[in-house]
């Protein structure tokens, strides 16, 4: 429960107000708070209309200082502290009503919280997207795997062998252990009983401190333990979908015990290679035949003579045997890999979530709380204004020798991927570092119309130096008023750079825009794949530099405390010409 459809309900209105159910106006929220599911996550949802509850349910009615979204976005970013006071029973869990009442909201002003929302609605359905793409690639890949496997057991080759699984292998049943006997627990002494909960779709066992159970009662019958290197399948799928009915697993850790839900596979024939049989029992025919025999209605069972009717179609050679089940294993490394990858992606993104909801009510969201405020500093004016400030505070310094098109257009950058304030540039991969140069060039036309200041090349030829024109101050006294509400940010952003040379401000813009890039994605962003980003995958005069540099940049984001989060505009690539 996240959110509510405007979907029509088969009870209508008029018919719930005369029930006795508690009704709840349009735009409130809805809490569960007496449920299971609280014993990992707190669900909330915001009403586009009049709603009936239960008393599993409460309601928040916003009142007129408080925008509904924003106190929807405050209840998921409390999500920890709330489970923290959850009542925990044995099957139903609460959280009770004076918990939600000690919640300490913060309430800045409505336009205020509406910014905030906006900002939050914009990077989540960013994230929602990446999410999106991530569980695509991460099927694509379960799917590519599954059509290489299927397609190197369809057909009979010359030299190849067809056999009833019975003729080959024989599966066993395990031990009805009791209910009582086994349960969840952290005690590595006590052996784990297999049960269908630790199998996947791939094919293998996972342990976790949820689904792992552990024999805490009775003795353990001899015949019943596995040995590391057995094959197993499930013989019961307790999903309405049955995913895992049929799959097999190898045993990988000693102390396991074979529970009755459980198949133990036993070769009886020693010329078939076991890993083409784990194979085999993996394709899609194999499963479906097993799956389409399945008997009960909720759980679904399969037994060992459904699963030995099934045929497989092998190598007679030993060693083409050995060479189909290397090739599958590569497949299937590869597979798990890109897999690997998209599940990390999935896991970063759904950080980013909560990382941003974080900071959305703790002042420190700057970009994600204004980055759409305010059109007018999309304008030429204001960003001209912005350069002047960058000027005057190089000046302050006595950097100003330093201070040309470079700083100017890194400083511009900062103030949006820092500072949070939005001037409406849309950056690239420049020689220089993030760039928008049509953006620039629009504020300096102006300010040169206007007087204000203009950039003029060096007697080096190396550069461009800024030049006061006449009306300098009496711009700067006129724009003080409109850079007031966020000059604190843009002086911050600012003051990264003003101390340092173009080189090492150049730099110190490339990794920062070049870590949100990788944050954006979902990727890895360590110090190997940020330096990647921004030395080989950016331009390629980035590469003039030494590694050791880009090590320093990054150094320095972190002393300054100013790591993005993945929430500062994407830096594309330049469109290529063409002729």
Not at 161 to 189: C, E, N, P, W, Y
Not at 321 to 333: C, E, G, N, S
Not at 487 to 504: F, T, V
Not at 546 to 567: C, L, W, Y
Request: glycine fraction near 6%; proline fraction near 4%.
């Amino acid at each position: 429960m996240d959110e509510i459809t405007t979907a029509e309900d088969k009870i209508t209105a008029e018919a719930i107000r005369k029930s006795a159910t508690n009704l709840v106006p349009a735009n409130s929220i809805l809490c569960v708070v007496r449920s299971g599911i609280l014993a990992r996550r707190f669900p909330v949802a915001l009403t586009s209309r009049e709603v009936a509850i239960n008393q599993d349910i409460k309601a928040i009615v916003p009142g007129k200082k408080l925008d509904a979204r924003y106190l929807f976005y405050f209840l998921r970013a409390s999500e920890p502290s709330i489970l923290a006071s959850v009542t925990t029973g044995a099957t139903v869990h609460r959280v009770g009503t004076d918990a939600l009442k000690a919640l300490e909201i913060p309430l800045p002003p409505l336009e205020e919280q509406r910014q905030i929302v906006a900002g939050l609605d914009e990077a989540f359905a960013a994230i929602a997207t990446a999410t999106a793409n991530a569980e695509k690639t991460l099927a694509n890949a379960r799917e590519l795997f599954q059509a290489e496997l299927d397609a190197s057991f369809a057909k009979l080759h010359p030299g190849w062998r067809q056999s009833s699984l019975v003729d080959l292998i024989d599966i066993t049943h395990g031990f009805a252990f009791k209910g009582d006997d086994f349960v969840s627990s952290d005690d590595g002494t006590k052996p784990i009983v297999l049960t269908p909960g630790n199998y996947t779709e791939d094919a293998e066992l996972a342990f976790n401190s949820r689904n792992t159970k552990r024999l805490i009662n009775g003795e353990t019958p001899p015949a019943f333990t596995f040995d590391p290197g057995d094959l197993t399948v499930v013989m019961t799928d307790l999903s309405s979908k049955m995913r895992i009915l049929g799959r097999p697993a190898f045993v990988e850790n000693a102390n396991v015990l074979h529970n009755q839900r459980i198949g133990r596979v036993v070769f009886r024939e020693k010329s078939v290679d076991p890993r083409l049989i784990y194979y085999s029992m993996q394709t899609s025919t194999s499963l479906s035949r097993i799956r389409d025999t399945a008997t009960g209605t909720m759980v679904r069972h399969t037994a060992p003579k459904r699963i030995l009717a099934n045929t497989i179609s092998y190598p007679a050679d030993r060693n083409e045997q050995k060479a189909l089940v290397a090739r599958l294993d590569m497949i299937r490394l590869e597979a798990k890999a890109l897999q690997a990858i998209q599940k990390t992606k999935m896991h970063k993104l759904s950080a980013l979530k909560q990382s941003l909801l974080d900071r959305a009510f703790t002042g420190e969201l700057i970009a994600v709380s204004t980055l759409v405020a305010n059109d007018n500093w999309k304008s030429p004016a204001f960003t001209a204004q912005v350069i002047a400030l960058a000027y005057r505070n190089h000046v302050a310094l006595g950097t100003q020798a330093t201070f040309g098109r470079v700083k100017a257009q890194k400083a511009l950058h900062l103030c949006e991927s820092v500072g949070g304030v939005d001037l409406g540039r849309n950056p690239v991969k420049d020689a220089a570092g993030p760039n928008d140069f049509q953006h620039m060039l629009a504020a300096e036309e102006w300010a040169k119309t206007n007087q204000f200041f203009e950039f003029v090349p060096r007697p080096s030829g190396n550069g461009y130096s800024f030049n006061k024109l006449a009306r300098f101050d009496a711009l700067v006294a006129k724009g003080s008023a409109a850079l007031q509400p966020v000059k604190d940010r843009l002086e911050r952003a600012i003051g990264l750079i003003a101390p340092m040379n173009s080189e090492q401000a150049e730099l110190l813009a490339t990794v920062h825009a070049a870590w949100n890039n990788l944050l954006m994605d979902g990727a890895e962003a360590n110090e190997a794949a940020i330096i990647y980003e921004a030395r080989e995958n950016w331009h390629i005069a980035k590469q003039k530099f030494a590694e050791g540099k880009f090590f320093q940049a990054i150094a320095t984001i972190r002393a300054k405390g100013i790591e993005p989060d993945g929430s500062a505009k994407r830096v594309g690539r330049q469109e290529a010409w063409v002729f």
